[in-house]
């Protein structure tokens, strides 16, 4: 890897690509890389549309994710409108409750590439999938890596971010910051200042600037902040972060997805949203009741209570056997 200064331009300048197999080898080289050309105009316009819409509507229901410093702000909560300003920090989670394109953009055949080849071959789902909208006054991030919380390095990612920009990022909308090449370095020291950080693994903090379109994707271990927000201009984004099937999800979508969206699934979309068994042993599902019939896309389990000869306890049944309850909401059809 070349020497990393502060005279690159930006991190774009320094990975740019259009295509996966030079994404992978920015990959690779640099912890990150910025996709150009993502998605078309025409989708950005669409996903961009519908993340304002719902970000609008939470406010106005009182129940918006929002903070007045940034993404991981101490003093995030849920809450609605202020009648002098918008919120500095928004975050839009739990995407695939809230729209079908949002569902659609997990499965970016681009963004998969990019987990097959940080992964090396083992399964993956996707464990966040959020929006990020940030205006004038967001704070720098403290510098991480998004696998700080394990205790020990891996010699491979375990987790890889593809988000996919909204609107341009520029370096004064509070652009996403990395350090180039620290993906092959452990996490770094959460009090060390960011630039001082950075220099002592011989690189630098560069903005990853961007337009609107563009992917930022950056594995894991790579050290990586939000940028202070100096600009008028709302930055927006879809973090679409994917993890090794045993990783333990920031979201998890098997308990999360709403049983009027869990209908509609598809055999793809629940794979991708953890509800397959890997190796037989992770992530089983078991019915909450004798007619709950969300499952695993590979395994079936019976309903089994506590079982009492006194007739105390429930009555166990097969999986085949379970219906939906007449008042219950769902019309699963039993497999």
Known sequence: MPTITNQHESARSLALCADVEAGKRNLDAFGYTVHENFIPPEQVAALRERVLEQAEMELEAGVASISASGHAGKDRHYGGRDETALPISQQVGFLPNKGAEFRALMHHPIAL????HVFRGVPFNIVSQSALMLRNGGKRQVLHADQQAWPFATPVPVMINVTVALSDYEADMGATNVVPGSHRFPSPDLDMPHEEAAASIGSALLPMVCKAGDALVFESRTWHCQGDSVSDKLRLGIGSVYGMHMVKPQDFYPAIIHDSVYDHLSEED??????????????????????????NTNCRHPYIPELRRDGSGDEAVLYENMRVAKTDVLSHPVA
């Open 113 to 116: 590439a990019y987990a097959r």
């Open 270 to 295: 629940k794979d991708m949203l953890g509800f397959t068994v890997h190796y037989e042993y992770g992530g089983r599902i078991g019915p909450r009741n004798a007619h709950d019939l969300r499952a």
